[in-house]
Structures are given as structure tokens and as C-alpha cells.
């Protein structure tokens, strides 16, 4: 029994829609993320620090810690922090565990999503 040749195109050649996708984040498994690991120090929905500054609304925002050199948090500056805070700001007191590359693109998702964000409250 052979394979017709399309099918087996479409089973090999990943859609361009499935690779952006991909690469956008799944913000849903974000915020299930951020819940373990960025909640024992910082509030999701609200801006007000508990042991670290508030993440509502963070993306787009101006970093509002001291010596980081990002002009807003977007998603490079966001990737960077995620994946090496103490190299962007040796001093910090985050103390994270490294964050996988697919967890740091799902929260960055959650980070970006409506309902995360200022623009939610409107």
C-alpha cells in the first residue's frame, strides 16, 4: 500500500500558518506558566508590587525597575529578561530558574494577550 504523494506533502511540509502559530506562543499555556512561575513574587493582575513589580499590563509598558535598559517591554526585551535577567541587570534580586525557550515565547503570549493587558480595563 503506498502513501499518495500529496498526503504525504501535506504530513511533511508544515503549513506556513502552523509555523506562526508556532512562533506567536500559546498564550493560554502562558498564563498557567506565569501562575507557577512568576506569582510566589509578582501580582498577574494588578500593577502593585509584592516582592517584585506587578505584570498587568506589562508588555508595551516602561520598565519601572531601576537600571534595565529597555525603553519598553516587548518581546526582545522581554526575551532577554526571561532568559537572563542577572546579565541585564547584575544586581537584581530575581532570582529565576532558567526559563525554557517554548515557556518564555508562552509567556510572552500571555503577556501580549488582551486580557492581561491595560487595554483589557476599557
Do not use: Q
Not at 73 to 81: F, K, R, V
Not at 103 to 117: P, V
Amino acid at each position: 500500500m503506498s502513501i499518495p504523494r500529496f498526503l504525504l506533502a501535506a504530513v511533511l511540509l508544515p503549513a506556513p500558518w502552523m509555523a506562526s502559530a508556532a512562533e506567536a506562543g500559546d498564550a493560554d499555556r502562558g498564563r498557567i506558566i506565569a501562575g507557577v512561575r512568576c506569582m510566589p513574587c509578582h501580582h498577574l493582575h494588578l500593577e502593585s508590587k509584592l516582592i517584585g513589580p506587578g505584570l498587568k499590563g506589562i508588555f508595551n509598558r516602561v520598565p519601572r525597575i531601576a537600571g534595565v535598559p529597555f525603553e519598553r517591554w516587548d518581546d526582545a526585551s522581554l526575551e532577554a529578561w526571561l532568559k537572563a535577567p542577572r546579565s541585564i541587570k547584575p544586581n537584581t534580586t530575581m532570582a529565576i530558574p532558567p526559563i525554557a525557550e517554548r515557556d518564555r515565547t508562552d509567556l510572552i503570549a500571555y503577556f501580549k494577550r488582551d486580557e492581561n493587558s491595560e487595554a483589557a480595563d476599557r
